[in-house]
């Protein structure tokens, strides 16, 4: 990624600041209530729908303002080195680390999506707004889809594949390592290329719609939809860490370094 990419026909950069701003608090590991997550979501709904608008019908179609404001967010996700991931698990390293994050990650995916199921019969925007889903369906996507997107950051940077670049280049890489559900080969040219491609793009939006539309199945009355989203969402994370860490394994070799067991678990991994 050359720059940073600028979500179509967006005039106020306050707003999509802001957009960038409450989806990076949202998919980071801080400690946050129920309440608190539920109002952050609504906020950032209102943003999306405010965004959408400006956008217009060409601009969201085919899910190509969701994947700008996703391409625009994607440098602003919290991502940590292996230095400071290892300060806050307990000096953890290797699998045990790796452990720490998917179980991190699963919660943070399985809070969202409990939330957004709960809101989301709640509000439904004016149209054009992706034939008019409901707002919190995709802020929570978005939110989703960041926390697995630094998940993944996070565990190259475990598994030591390390990504060169600053902050956009290392977002268009790992967007595209998300998009296709993989870890990155080090070893295969055009992984570890900087910006996104046609088909980089194309990849992006159809996951990103996919998730959406995963998460339309959880609408339901009360509390049906909070219990299904939440379900979902730990599912497919779970998965993606598992495709990843595979790759990072197979590429990494088996020399990679296993962390200290001297710490018993307070609980189980997941």
Not at 25 to 32: A, G, P, W, Y
């Amino acid at each position: 990624m050359s720059g940073v990419v600028e979500p179509q026909g967006a005039p106020d950069p306050e707003i999509d600041a802001e957009i960038g701003e409450l989806i990076g608090r949202l998919s980071s590991d801080e400690d946050m209530d129920k309440e608190t997550r539920g109002r952050l979501l609504g906020r950032l709904a209102r943003l999306l729908s405010a965004s959408a608008r400006r956008a217009g019908v060409t601009g969201i179609a085919g899910g190509r303002w969701l994947g700008d404001v996703f391409a625009y967010v994607a440098p602003r996700i919290p991502v940590r080195d292996l230095e400071t991931l290892r300060r806050h698990h307990d000096g953890h390293l290797g699998e045990l680390l790796a452990d720490d994050l998917v179980r991190m990650a699963t919660n943070g995916t399985t809070a969202v999506g409990a939330a957004g199921g709960a809101l989301a019969a709640v509000e439904f925007v004016a149209p054009p707004l992706l034939l008019s889903v409901p707002a919190q369906l995709v802020a929570e996507t978005l939110v989703v889809s960041a926390i697995e997107v630094k998940l993944i950051a996070e565990l190259h940077e475990v598994y030591g594949v390390q990504v060169p670049g600053g902050g956009s280049a290392r977002a268009a890489v790992f967007l595209t390592a998300w998009a296709k559900q993989r870890g990155i080969n080090p070893m295969a040219g055009g992984t570890m290329t900087v910006a996104l491609g046609t088909a980089a793009k194309q990849a992006l939006r159809k996951r990103l719609l996919r998730i959406l539309g995963r998460h339309l199945t959880t609408l339901g009355p009360f509390l049906t939809g909070a219990v299904a989203g939440g379900a979902l969402n730990r599912a497919f994370t779970r998965r993606l860490a598992e495709s990843v860490r595979k790759d990072l394994r197979r590429h990494v070799g088996p020399s990679a370094p296993v962390g200290p067991v001297d710490r018993p678990r307070l609980g189980p991994a997941d």
